[in-house]
């Protein structure tokens, strides 16, 4: 006789104890990983650098909504996105033909692209470009930006077609990484030579960062192991590597992007004398601000258009991705995905989640980042320096522009060495009788002149370090990946050590990333001879630890880290006025990989000296 099932009934107060308590393991495990660095974050401008917070009721409201963002996006991810993509991976090879199944891998990380969170924050970059250096980036962050995001989606896409292929045809990962990696330092150094170019290099290696992150990665770990399945491989590992691929194909696909569009695009220099002929030109996005509103009414309708922004682009960026996960399974695989109602309420839960982030970044740790970043430089500034004189100084050359919090701030502009700088206007420093203004020796305009106190610069790059290492340990993608890789090397690869590894390498690649920006050393000279080792060391490497090297270093520049880095980095340009505003990024994730390659070399040679020695003996 076969047992029938009962049905139990919970109470409402029972209901909501059990779901009470899941939401709280969730939440607390979000909480825990942002506390630190955003706690670090406040203690540091507060009390080391003396300075208050800037609307700190708004900071903090956006803190909690990244803490919610990131708990229900995670969620939503792993009850819908992910089972959806882990079952179109292992069912399609068997039901279409590998054109087809391949076609549409392309077609999933291109549409995952849309849907990273922090694609809204290299997007918010466009009103920090001034069209005159970079009319390029200017031009694909403004004027043609979805030809921008084609791009990225293009490089993840062909990341996932070539995974694909990989993983069926049990093709090499080393040889699609050396031939991907060796493409992008040649389109980079082709780049680098033309100046119309120039600027998209560095943009393009952060970019690749920026395009592997809470939703790709989950989706791209998923679809392949779907696909590893339908290989006969007992083993997972075969996986490994597609993060990476992702990670180079955006690179190269904006890098020839840049090649192509660069003979349409004037150089610098010519935008330069046109701004010349007329100081009061637009070069920034939003420049006409002659008459802002500040009053309450105004920001509150300011912050309602943030808010239903935001909920419209989580719907746009997450439903499309899960509908082409739908339709690709009913249509190709001719099956109906099985706990609808739970993969609706994670579809739910991913765009209630996407929303709350990209919210939380942008009113929270973005507005938190930059402010620590235009002050941090205080630490080295020298405490005296003669004073410098503009003469005929015309005040009716100033422009304003607005603060995060509606504030108008008057610049005026400054060509030194045939370079626009733009200077804060000081009222106590203008002589309205004498029509001079006296310039603060101290303004970083005057390279020649800037002290390097060394037991403050050692507390200047510390605070990088720091930075670096608290946003990584936080990112929730590198913890999953941890797990994931500490079990299919059966402990080989710790969880503990792999993240303090990867975070300590971030760190000190920020800041490498200062010091670059500090002294203006052109990005490709440093990027140039960082991943010439790290092809050396990817050559002799075994294919696993090789694959765990790149990938962690991929998922390290997650939600969490890049809002705060590309924040962070916006606001020391403010300071060291660097030609290339880019790169902070790409160096936090080099050095993580030499750093894993170097130990994994290390210790394949230490076990070679102890077998000969036990052959020996």
Known sequence: MNAKYQKITITPTQAMTLLGGYAQKKVSAQLKAISFISLYLIIFQVFILGNSLNNPLVIFIGLVAVVLGLAFFLEGLFLSVMPLAEMAGAELPNKTPLTITLGLAFALGALATLAEPAMVVLQSVANFIPMHQAPLLYYLFNENNFLFIL?????????????????????????????????ALTLSIIAYLDPRSRPMVALAWDAGGIATGAVTVPLIIAFGLGINRTTGSNSDSNGLGIVTLANLGPINALLTLSLLL????????ETLEIFLQDPKASIFTANTLEHIDTSWLSQLSEHLQLFLSQLGAAITAVG?????????????????????????????????????LNYGIQTGLTPLGQGVGANVS????????????????????????????????AFFPLVIDDKINYIPFEEALYDAEQKTYHLRADHPIFEEEIALPWGKMALFFAFFVLLGFGAVVAEPTLHALANTLSELTAGSFPKAQLIKQVALGVGIGLAIGVLRMMFDIPFILILLPLYTIALLLTIFSESTYMAIAWDAAGVATGPITVPLVIAVGLGLNQYFQSSEQFGFLTLGATIPILILLTISLGEKIQQRRLKQAGGSQ
């Open 151 to 183: 791009a990225l989606g293009f490089g993840v896409g062909f990341a996932m077609l070539a995974g694909s292929l990989m993983t069926l045809k049990n093709l090499s990962l080393k040889a699609f990484i050396i031939t991907l990696l060796l493409l």
């Open 378 to 409: 205080s630490i080295i500034k020298p405490t005296e320096a003669p004073p410098k004189t503009i003469e005929n100084f015309q005040i009716d050359q100033l422009a304003y522009f607005p603060k995060a919090d509606g504030e108008r701030v």
């Open 262 to 269: 660069r003979n349409r695009m004037p150089h610098p220099q």
């Open 320 to 356: 499309p991705l899960v509908l082409a996960l739908v339709v690709i399974i009913m249509l190709f695989i001719r099956k109906k995905p099985n706990l609808i109602d739970e993969k609706v309420l994670g579809v739910l839960f991913s765009i209630v989640g996407m929303f709350f």
